[in-house]
């Protein structure tokens, strides 16, 4: 059964360039800077566990399979209100993006170090990110609730069965993405999308949104648990 105490979660892609760019609205930071304040809701200074999903910077160098595909890299970082601005600094902005070719290199930002620069796109699977949160949150007592932002096709069908065999009383998964980026006519046969094949699962079609409209499938599950 769902329980008043709720953390959250947020899953965000590293795939495209403008994804670091701060000040833009639906980059990693904007949905970062939502994410606490939903948290803040359920619990005044609670932070936010963020898993960022991408291309590892050396895919070739990634033998690990138990997250299911060679080549990405999934990260869990930890956000607090209060170091937001240094979380942002860390994980959402990369310093060396637009370096022109002669121009010497910034220090490198810790999402930088870890998958790299490149030319954008730079995919990752989002399956690896999808058990990799399970495997943390494995044993948790309290409720979760996860925002999980999806910009790829793939993967859609092993995800909902994943998320099916997961522990339906105590997590909640909030999915969301523009109807371009994701498979939209499996999510929304027979009402995936809005809970009515697995309650624990709802899919925000659109990749900006409300804190109202992104919480709307988790308080109705959360009622009828």
Excluded: C
């Excluded at 105490?5 to 970062?32: C, H, M, Q």
């Excluded at 009402?191 to 624990?200: A, N």
């Amino acid at each position: 059964m769902p329980s008043d105490d709720v953390r959250v979660v947020l899953a965000v892609p590293t795939s495209w360039n403008w994804y670091f760019e701060p000040k833009r609205k639906g980059s990693i930071a904007w949905f970062a800077e939502r994410a606490v304040r939903i948290a803040e809701g359920f619990h005044p200074g609670r932070g936010v566990d963020v898993f960022l999903y991408g291309e590892s910077k050396e895919p070739e160098e990634l033998t690990d399979s138990n997250y299911g595909d060679a080549g990405t890299e999934v990260i869990h970082t930890r956000l607090e209100r209060g170091s937001l601005s240094e979380w942002i600094g860390d994980w959402a902005v990369r310093p060396n993006m637009d370096r022109g070719l002669f121009e010497d290199a910034a220090p490198a930002s810790k999402v930088e170090e870890r998958l790299g620069v490149g030319d954008a796109p730079w995919y990752g699977r989002p399956l690896p990110a999808v058990r990799a949160i399970g495997e943390w949150n494995a044993g948790h007592e309290g409720t979760t609730l996860v925002l999980f932002w999806l910009d790829r096709m793939t993967q859609a069908e092993e995800m909902a069965r994943f998320i099916g065999r997961y522990d339906d009383d105590a997590t909640f998964w909030q999915l969301f993405g523009d109807a371009d980026d994701i498979h939209y006519s499996f999510w929304t046969r027979q009402g995936i999308h809005q809970g009515k094949v697995l309650p624990q699962l709802n899919f925000h079609i659109g990749r900006l949104w409300s804190k109202r409209a992104i919480l709307r499938g988790f308080s109705r599950w959360a009622k009828n648990g």
